[in-house]
């Protein structure tokens, strides 16, 4: 009978954003993948899907008919690992999978970044820390994925077995990957470019957090200094409206293109100058991380992602308090050097191997097995190393 495991998390997009090189890496070993999410998106590597109903909401009563069903499905398929992601998914997956671990099955979860981060509203502390610091206890594995939380569920004892960091989910460096200027050139001007145009690009739902008003404001004050300048804005969301209306306002309409959702961002970002992000609150982003393998210079608020991925005048500027002008300038000073962006893309390209796939796989793939390598009584209800 295959070994089985089951990813769970509050909608099934996430697993096709950051995790089928690790649902692939259970099927290179035999095992039966199985998957918990809200939605209906056909995935690859999947032997069975179940479309439960969990809300991002901690509130919603329907995560209530989402426990049941999640407790159902773990109940009849006895699994050997349940990994859980996303805080709402996590939640429900540990508190279903607690008859479960009695009997052998383990449990690892991955915080993609608390939402009680240094700085973070009251409210998050209030709400989210006693339930992750609770639900830690029926954790075999609390996996974090930048030093702030590991030092902080270390600090505060979060009561899983083991807390491990990793760095991140793994960039596809075969995939991002800067271009020579001829490539970049022709590339740029069959979108409709300007060789010399100063292209800045952000990739990112259109909500509260990633804070694109902020970036569009910016705009305002650089559009004198760097006629040539445009911002490049992908993705969609709530707040997409607003943004349009706020660049209008501003009289930067012209200067700002939003992009929508783009299935293309490994070809947009190598043709760009400079990455440039606004979020108030990050895990490990993605994002800049695509653009430091596009060889790419970044231009970030200050959070704890973007500050543990750039180290100030180094491999790009970090931008404290949210401040408008010095934001500008840093953007000003990148316009009008090539050489000094070539060299923070250089170093940026360099830093990245750390978040690289592959080295990620190997962190986390060395972490299933430092479980099941050991030599355990099965009379226990624990495995054996024949397990990997």
Same mark, same amino acid.
């Given at each position: ?314 491999? @790009? ?7 408008? @002008? ?63």
């Amino acid at each position: 009978m295959p070994k089985k495991v089951l990813f769970c998390a509050t909608i099934d997009y996430h697993f096709k954003a950051f995790h089928l090189p690790y649902m692939s890496w259970f099927k290179e070993q035999g095992w039966e993948v199985h998957v918990a999410a809200n939605g209906s998106m056909d995935l690859p590597y999947v032997d069975r899907k179940f479309d439960i109903p969990i809300q991002r909401s901690p509130f919603s009563l329907k995560n209530m008919k989402a426990y049941t069903d999640l407790k159902s499905i773990i109940d009849e398929n006895e699994y050997n690992i349940i990994h859980c992601h996303t805080p709402v998914g996590g939640v429900l997956a540990r508190l279903a999978a607690r008859e479960a671990r009695r009997n052998g099955t383990m449990v690892f979860y991955t915080a993609h970044g608390f939402h009680f981060c240094i700085g973070a509203p009251f409210t998050n502390w209030l709400v989210y820390y006693p339930i992750e610091k609770i639900f830690s206890r029926y954790t075999d594995c609390l996996i974090t994925i930048n030093e702030e939380d590991y030092a902080l569920a270390v600090k505060r004892q979060f009561k899983a077995k083991r807390i491990e960091r990793v760095h991140g989910v793994g960039i596809n460096t075969e995939r991002f990957q800067s271009i020579d200027q001829i490539q970049r050139y022709a590339a740029r001007v069959e979108l409709g470019y300007k060789p010399d145009d100063f292209l800045l690009f952000y990739a990112a739902e259109f909500n509260k957090n990633k804070n694109q008003q902020f970036l569009i404001q910016v705009m305002a004050l650089i559009k004198n200094e760097v006629p040539q300048a445009r911002l490049l804005l992908a993705g969609s969301g709530s707040l997409l409206d607003s943004c349009r209306e706020l660049a209008e306002k501003l009289n930067v309409e012209d200067r700002v293109d939003f992009l929508g959702y783009r299935k293309d961002i490994a070809s947009l970002l190598p043709l760009c100058d400079v990455a440039v992000a606004s979020s108030m609150r990050e895990g490990l982003p993605v994002n800049i991380m695509e653009a430091m393998a596009c060889g790419l210079p970044i231009v970030a608020s200050a959070n704890r992602g973007h500050s543990e991925l750039v180290e100030d005048t180094v491999n @790009g500027y970090v931008i404290t308090d949210q401040n408008y @002008g010095k934001f500008a300038e840093r953007l000003i000073q990148l316009s009008r050097s090539d050489e000094l962006r070539k060299k923070i893309g250089l170093e940026n390209i360099n830093r990245v191997r750390t978040y690289s796939l592959p080295q990620v796989r190997m962190e986390l793939t060395g972490i299933y097995m430092d479980y099941f390598m050991e030599d355990r009584d099965e009379t226990e209800g624990k495995y054996s190393s024949a397990y990997i």
